[in-house]
Nanobody, 123 residues
Framework: VQLQASGGGLVQAGGCLRL?????????????MGWFRQHPGKEREFVGS????????YYEDSVRGRFTISRDNAKNTVYLQMDSLEPEDTAVYYC?????????????????WGQGTQVTVSS
């Protein structure tokens, strides 16, 4: 199983970016796909997740209403649309996967991880 995250970059505050997480090696029916981020010098934190089957989503409070997670079954890809970006959103963003019927916010629960992609928001 491989997860490939991409789409990071430099953007001004108020701007937007869309991250992608391309999954390969299996189908992800029955999985929860999560997005995490890690600020410099801090631990990785939960951003949001999506149920692959239902498409239902769950978000951390600080990004709810600004970030949107979606998936494309045909492409086996999950997206993180980030709008109204703030300098505080600057971090390395990771995608992860876990076979589960429930949303998972704990990093250690996820079985598969992609490499990070850097997002930098300038003020």
């Amino acid at each position: 199983v491989q997860l490939q995250a991409s789409g990071g970059g430099l953007v001004q505050a108020g701007g937007c970016l869309r991250l992608s997480c391309a999954a390969s090696g299996r189908t992800f029916s029955g999985y929860v796909m999560g997005w995490f981020r890690q600020h410099p010098g801090k631990e990785r934190e939960f951003v949001g997740s999506i149920s692959w089957n239902s498409g239902r989503t769950y978000y951390e409070d600080s990004v709810r209403g600004r970030f949107t997670i979606s998936r494309d079954n045909a492409k086996n890809t999950v997206y993180l649309q980030m709008d109204s970006l703030e300098p505080e959103d600057t971090a390395v963003y990771y995608c992860a996967a876990k076979r589960s019927d429930y949303f998972i916010t704990v990093e250690d629960e996820y079985a598969y991880w992609g490499q990070g992609t850097q997002v930098t928001v300038s003020s």
